[in-house]
């Protein structure tokens, strides 16, 4: 049964430029979330995507938008890159209405993104 | 403004001996609780959960603890293991407006062999 999986798992990219993150949920799961880890911080919401369509979003500007796909998977967008969105890029993913095991979220390895 | 507070960034434990990390939350909505492992260069590791409708939830040498009135929860490891090594992350959410978690600054566990 695979996870979560996440690529690219490294890259480096200057400031301005644009990124394309991309995720593939845990098989059965329908619902993806991505949330960006700063060094030292915790977890922050981005935003959720369930049936194609953002459904939750955090504190982050337009830059960061996102696509799901028929097949679950998804894409996390920022444009114009600033030094601050270096960071690792988690996605998550769960089913939407889960089981007496609730809404937990399960994590892919990340992306490592450093703007320079 | 921080709605997750880990408030001990490192903890040292001797192995076999008892890991207490603890976690507080401001926001009295949230009603669900994860617990995350996190080693360097991967992705964090559900541990163990708990739902607001009860106070103590069990998985092999996990425990969490939950005390609504104090916003309070903690993640008890027994025995502790040199592998339990790691960052702990505590994470909460309001399930009535969907699973956007909010994670805490996480502790440093060192259990020491």
């Known amino acids: 049964d695979a996870g979560v999986t996440q690529s690219p798992t490294h890259l480096i990219k200057t400031r301005g430029q644009q990124v394309t993150l991309r995720c593939s949920p845990k098989?059965?799961?329908?619902?993806v979330s991505w949330y960006q880890q700063a060094l030292g911080q915790g977890p922050q919401f981005i935003f959720q995507y369930y049936e194609e369509e953002e459904r939750q979003r955090g504190n982050f500007p337009d830059r960061f938008s996102g696509h799901q796909f028929p097949n679950y998977s998804s894409e996390l967008n920022v444009n114009a890159l600033l030094l601050g969105d270096s960071a690792l890029y988690l996605c998550a993913s769960s089913l939407r209405g889960g089981p007496d095991s609730g809404n937990t979220i399960y994590f892919g390895e990340g992306s490592w993104l450093t703007v320079v | 403004d921080q709605q997750v507070k880990q408030n001990s960034p490192s903890l040292s434990v001797q192995e076999g001996r008892i890991s207490i990390l603890n976690c507080d939350y401001t926001?009295?909505?949230?009603?669900?609780f994860l617990w995350y492992k996190k080693y360097p260069a991967e992705g964090p590791t559900f541990l163990i959960s708990?739902?607001?409708?009860?106070d103590k939830n069990e998985d092999g040498r996990f425990t969490v603890f939950l005390n609504k009135s104090a916003k309070h929860l903690s993640l008890h490891i027994v025995p502790s293991q040199p592998g339990d090594s790691a960052v702990y992350f505590c994470a909460a959410s309001e399930t009535n407006t969907g699973n956007q978690f909010y994670f805490g600054t996480g502790t440093s566990l060192t259990v020491i062999p």
């Open positions: 926001n009295s909505m949230f009603d669900y």
């Open positions: 708990i739902s607001s409708i009860k």
């Open positions: 098989s059965g799961h329908d619902t």
